[in-house]
């Protein structure tokens, strides 16, 4: 068939204050039906806006994102606050705490919000997420927050699955 695999690597970079537009149903980061690794290293998503997921939406597709040193805040949409993966062949990893240098300080998934399902999260029809949970005390004066703090008007203020979606804390 010719066609390859894309494979994408996003780092060192905060999306903030997007806004969806045309097909784009996040104001941060979109995959819509791609065949596509996503890597994200040291990313953030903060005040983002979207019809699904705020800060990052996985729509279909064979999609798999990595995301390491990851954190989301004060996102909000109509459902996935900060994050929205839908798609049987479409999957989702955060590892929050990054373990070639455990003195890194970091935020996790907080404060966002899903005017339906989903405050921090939803996985929907077969999207895989998973995930290490809670909070992870690395120092008395360092924590990782984990998912924490999110808020839905329907399911799931944390994390909402849906339609055969699959979630595996670790």
Known sequence: SGLE??????????????????IATSGGINTINADLELNL????????EGTR?????????????????FSASSNTSDGGGAIYCSGHSASFTIDFVDI???????????SNNSTDDGGAILINEG????????????????TTSGISYNSADGNGG????????????L
């Open 5 to 22: 695999r894309n494979i994408v690597n996003i780092n060192n970079i905060t999306f903030r204050f997007g806004e969806p537009n045309g």
């Open 41 to 48: 290293t040291d990313v953030k998503t903060s005040n983002n």
């Open 53 to 69: 997921g705020g800060g990052i939406a996985i729509l279909s597709g064979n999609t798999d994102v990595t995301a390491r040193k």
């Open 100 to 110: 070639n240098n455990p003195f890194f300080e970091l935020e996790g998934i907080v």
């Open 127 to 142: 999207c895989v997420f998973s995930t290490w949970v809670g909070t992870y005390l690395l120092d008395p004066l360092i």
């Open 158 to 169: 944390g994390i909402a699955v849906k339609n055969g979606g699959v979630v595996n804390l």
